[in-house]
C-alpha cells in the first residue's frame, strides 16, 4: 500500500515503541512516513499510551529517557474511548467471532477500533493485525528493521 502524506495515520503501541526506542526500526519508521512532517500529526490510542508507560515502568526506564518518552508522546494526537470507539470495538468483537479468529489481546482490538473510527491507516509492527486488511481497517504492516 502506498501512503501519502495526507493520509492519516494511527501508530501501534510496536510502532510507537520502536521510535521511542530510537532502534533502526524506530529510525526507518520515522524516515519512511515522514512522522515528524506530516501535515497531519499522527494518532494515537490511549491504550497505547497505556502499553507504552508500562513498558517503561516495568523495564525502569531512566528519569530521561522516561522524559523523552512522554515528549514523544506529545507530538501524536492522543484519541480517548468514545463511545464510536466503543460502538466499533464491538463490532470488531462480533467480526472476530464471525470469523472464527482469535485477536491476540484485547488492547490490539481497541486500538483496531481507533483506527476503524478515525478511517486511518494503523502502522503496526505486529502482523496480528493484518487479517483485518481491508475488509475492517486499512494495514500497514513494518517487519522490524534487524
Known amino acids: ?13 510496536s ?12 529510525q526507518a519508521i520515522l524516515e519512511n512516513y ?10 494515537i490510542s490511549v491504550i497505547t499510551t497505556g502499553e507504552i508507560l508500562g513498558i517503561a515502568k516495568s523495564q525502569s526506564w531512566t528519569p530521561d ?10 507530538e501524536f494526537v492522543k484519541l ?16 472476530c467471532r464471525q470469523q472464527k479468529h482469535t485477536m491476540g ?4 482490538m481497541w486500538i483496531a477500533a ?19 486488511n481491508p475488509e475492517f481497517i486499512r494495514v500497514e504492516y513494518i517487519p522490524r528493521a534487524s
Do not use: C
Not at 1 to 13: A, C, G, K, Q, R
Not at 80 to 95: F, I, K, N, R, W
Not at 105 to 108: F, H, L, T, V, Y
Open 114 to 132: 481507533t483506527a476503524k473510527v478515525t478511517g486511518a491507516i494503523l502502522l503496526t509492527g505486529d502482523a496480528g493485525f493484518n487479517w483485518l
Open 15 to 26: 510502532v510507537v515503541v520502536d521510535v521511542a526506542r530510537n532502534n533502526r526500526s524506530g
Open 65 to 74: 529517557r522516561t522524559k523523552a518518552l512522554h515528549e514523544l508522546l506529545a
Open 34 to 43: 515522514s512522522l515528524k512532517n506530516r501535515a497531519d500529526r499522527p494518532l
Open 80 to 95: 480517548e474511548l468514545t463511545s464510536e470507539v466503543v460502538e466499533a470495538y464491538s463490532d470488531l468483537v462480533a467480526y
Open 105 to 108: 489481546q484485547q488492547n490490539d
Open 1 to 13: 500500500m502506498t501512503i501519502s502524506e495526507s493520509d492519516i495515520l494511527v501508530l501501534d503501541t
